[in-house]
């Protein structure tokens, strides 16, 4: 009986038990009472929908999984918009109502569903886990600024953008530049020939580059060049005997710290949670081999 719920009034005059203040007044009014009762009744209804979003078979759908939810999504990055509220109510009451087929079926008692429920149970803690050691251990804007110097202090300096054709023999890459000189197109001999596929299916092309990015033989002969200059013979070094073009030279860029500082943050957490991981791992007693 929803009555069971409205505690009796004390008596007139007398402190409300749990409450500091004292009565009001000390007059007894019945019709107060009775009012008050009646709006309490009235009031009960409205305050169980605003903590649930509908009634499916006879059980309530609480508003909490609309919010757990909305929260999950809000997670992942998506914005909440009253659209997306209105579809969330919608998941959640039709996922009751699936459920509650599931469950007049049998389907909870089953042990392939026990088995997927205890997957799910692993897979939520260990989500928390990592939720929780997010918060507190926040990348801070200094933190993304010492990584961005180290950074910017490597991408410095002068950039070259060359081409090269790769080949196994000296005689092979003599022979490419005899036709070179004959007027053949470097491009064009890069393709047919160079057994560095990727750069040989863009004319040898290798973009910009700092020379130390390459093996020692090929960056120190390739910053002799002067733009547009070819290699007056083979270059070898650990991969074969290369040709070389200097296509162009200009000084390396690198942008704002404001442009990269999200991406910069993020690297240091994934980085730091991996580090984190690792200390549990290293910490449990298991007697299981890992495989790395």
């Known amino acids: 009986m929803i009555e069971a719920l409205i505690e009796p009034l004390p008596p007139t005059g007398a402190p409300t038990p749990g409450c500091p203040f004292r009565a009001l007044s000390k007059v007894h009014h019945p019709m107060k009472s009775k ?6 009744l009235a009031l009960l209804p409205m305050a169980v929908m605003a903590q649930n979003i509908a009634v499916v078979n006879g059980k309530t759908v609480p508003k909490a999984r609309v919010d757990a939810l909305l ?10 918009s009253p659209e997306m509220q209105g579809q969330a109510r919608d998941q959640v009451v039709i996922r009751e109502i699936f459920a509650q087929e599931a469950q007049r079926r049998g389907m909870a008692a089953s042990s392939d569903f026990k088995a997927q429920m205890e997957l799910a149970r692993e897979s939520l803690l260990i989500r928390e886990l990592f939720e929780d050691w997010r918060k507190k251990n926040v990348v801070t804007d200094a933190d993304a600024q010492v990584e961005y110097d180290k950074f910017k202090a490597q991408a410095t300096g002068t950039e070259y953008r060359a081409r090269h054709i790769l080949v196994d023999k000296e005689e092979e890459a003599r022979a490419l530049m005899a036709q070179l000189k004959a007027g053949a197109k470097f491009e064009d001999l890069a393709k047919a020939n160079s057994k560095d596929t990727g750069s040989g299916a863009n004319g040898g092309d290798l973009d910009f580059a700092k020379p130390e990015n390459y093996v020692p033989e090929f960056g120190s002969a390739m910053v002799k060049l002067k733009k547009g200059e070819t290699t007056e013979t083979p270059v070898k070094s650990q991969f074969g005997w290369h040709i070389i073009r200097l296509d162009d030279i200009r000084e390396a860029s690198f942008p704002a710290f404001a442009e990269v500082k999200d991406q ?7 980085v730091r949670l991996q580090t984190y991981q690792e200390e549990l791992r290293t910490k449990a007693k298991t007697d299981y081999k890992f495989q790395q």
């Open 35 to 40: 009012t008050f009762a009646v709006l309490v």
């Open 71 to 80: 929260q999950q999504a809000e997670r992942g990055g998506q914005q909440i």
């Open 264 to 270: 910069i943050k993020q690297r240091i957490e994934q």
